[in-house]
């Protein structure tokens, strides 16, 4: 007898669906028994949250989307910040809930929670499956929606008595490539026309820049047609940082050394720009032209307003720019001359003998070869990782600067390490962050992973007591303690270190990558140049008007 779960299965299957993280329930089993008999596998996580971040960062790795399950009630509810992590963040997920039977109600109330309803602005699509019958559409088009711009999570919930229900000879539907439209001849003329003309032309690259298909396409264009480029936080590595045509990231939305380059373009191409990251730079009526490239058009913002917008796929799109412009940009290198000087203020503090942000980070950035995944969670960090850690493969620094919540960094990593077992993994946390999740470093070990975790211990929500400090607030609120951090891992069945000396560093993280496994790492952090050289040096920066 088929029954639907055993359809759903096949039906994800079909999808080229190999893993799905999640934690059982009761009103899911029948799920679970046909997913034992399966070729997925079920990854089992210690929190719904937990499973949402991989299938998340999955869907952001690959481009197809991950899976996450969840059983009906507070499960499906633990779902929700993943659920938002990844519609805002673009990562195309689906999420599978349970429910009680919907045909009978022999518990009442208990555990209901309308979930469906719960997840609709958090999702593109949410549905509940009342009958079999309806799998093979709702499955085919669940996976069509999440992938399709902009991608982002779905979430379908099958109760207990539909699971059950048989299905005949119901089978999947089979997907089939889907092209994106391609722009208009008009808009890529007006673009060109516009580039041709500039006198400082500057190329942005944003989220949207790093979906994994575009990266071959990007470079061609750069190698094309020599532009500048900076990167969003989000868009940072879409094309090798190492390139000589790399000007920084804007980690901040003004006044950093970057924006030296912003101010002083008079035509921008945005590429895959997404407002839904903190403004790279903000518009203003005396400010640079502003060109759209995207696969939608742009949300036209207070800080964001374009003058002309090229909508399609983008691949295609900069392709066919190229071949209008291509040898003609007399004005290309215009900016270049300030990129040494922005690069040389960026690198600031990287070799001194203390434990700065920017030592960690160049630290790391010995340890991790080309192709290495970092991982970062959110807190101060992420600032200094975004203007100093250069990239040079694509999606290789996994930030997020959309939802931007703490304790995603340790599931992403989990998730990069599962699809890239032969590649260097490293979770970067700080302790507030790493603490929400920790419990995943159970996962990990279980799964055999090979993975490095550092936290970096300030005994602090140490961004959130910097904006205090800065809005000239008391310190109040936001020191706690922490464990033991290397008895903590030793207790997972994990191999913990702690290192005093700043000097001693980089040794013991190439140790930990060496001898494998599951690595904690923590570090104290001198945070002392924030103020220092995120406000007062940057504020004796006069913008060019």
Partial sequence: MTKASDLLIAALENEGVDRIFGIPGEENLDIVESL???????????????????AATHGRLTGKPGVCLATLGPGALNLATGAAYAHLGAMPMVMLTGQKPILSERQARFQIVDVVATMRPLTKMARQIVSAHMIPTLIRDAFRVAAEERPGPVHLELPEDIAREECGNLAPIHPHPIDAPVAGDEALRIAANLLLSAKRPLVMLGAAASRPRLAGKLYEFFSRTRLPYFTTQMGKGAVGGCSDLYMGTAALSERDYVHEAIERADLILSIGHDTVEKPPFIMGANGPDVVH??????????????????????????????????????NADALLGLRDGILAHILEGSTDNRWTPQRVVADIR???????????????????????????????????????????????????????????????????????NSQEIETAVRLKLNLVSLIIDDGAFGMIRWKQAVDHFPDYGMTFGNPDFVKYAESYGARGHFVEKIEDFEATLE???VEGGVQIIAIPIDYSDNIRVLIDELSKRIPVT
């Fill in 36 to 54: 034992r008999t399966s070729s997925i596998k079920l990854t089992v996580t210690r929190h719904e949250q937990a499973a949402a971040f991989m």
């Fill in 293 to 330: 490239f995207g696969y939608e058009p742009a949300q036209v913002e207070q800080v964001y307003f374009p003058q002309a917008e090229v909508i399609g796929d983008i691949g295609v799109s900069l392709s066919r720019l190229a071949d209008q412009v291509e040898g003609r940009l007399t």
């Fill in 366 to 436: 010995k340890v991790m070869p080309q192709d290495g995944i970092v991982t970062l969670d959110n807190g101060m960090y992420k600032i200094w990782f975004a203007r100093n850690y250069r990239t040079s493969v694509a999606n290789t620094l996994l930030l997020d600067n959309a939802l931007a919540t703490m304790g995603a960094g340790l599931p992403s990593a989990i998730a990069a390490a599962l699809l890239y077992p032969e590649r260097r993994v490293l979770a970067v946390s700080g302790d507030g962050g790493f603490m929400m």
């Fill in 511 to 513: 140790r930990a990558f």
